[in-house]
Nanobody
């Protein structure tokens, strides 16, 4: 059974930093593309950062220069380093991983979300 285990969320003051981690466990697979999403109360879930299998990345304009997405393929882990946090970054953050099984099949999995709260 595949499970995405997220960690690193919490409460920080504006200007602080957090590092989110998402580990794929329970299967012998590798990460294809990966992304972090977030959803604030009353708002649509939005893509924050994407990292492709090639290593290329894409960021939402609102987080460019502050957030960095990275991956450790050997550990089946994706990270989101968040610096210079603002109150408007407050949201539940979700990881989304495309996992490639040995048979070549790719399926997307969602984490259960981790709360990030930034106070003023």
């Amino acid at each position: 059974q595949v499970q995405l285990v997220e960690s690193g969320g919490g409460l920080v003051q504006a200007g602080g930093s957090l590092r989110l981690s998402c580990v794929a466990s329970g299967s012998d697979s590798s990460i294809n593309d990966a992304a972090w999403y977030r959803q604030a109360p009353g708002k649509q879930r939005e893509s924050v950062a994407i990292i492709y299998r090639s290593g290329g990345t894409n960021y939402a304009d609102s987080v460019k220069g502050r957030f960095t997405i990275s991956r450790d393929n050997a550990r089946n882990t994706v990270y989101l380093q968040m610096n210079s946090l603002k109150p408007e970054d407050t949201a539940v953050y979700y990881c989304n991983l495309g996992l490639r099984a040995r048979n070549g099949f790719i399926n997307n999995f969602w984490g259960r979300g981790t709360q990030v709260t930034v106070s003023s």
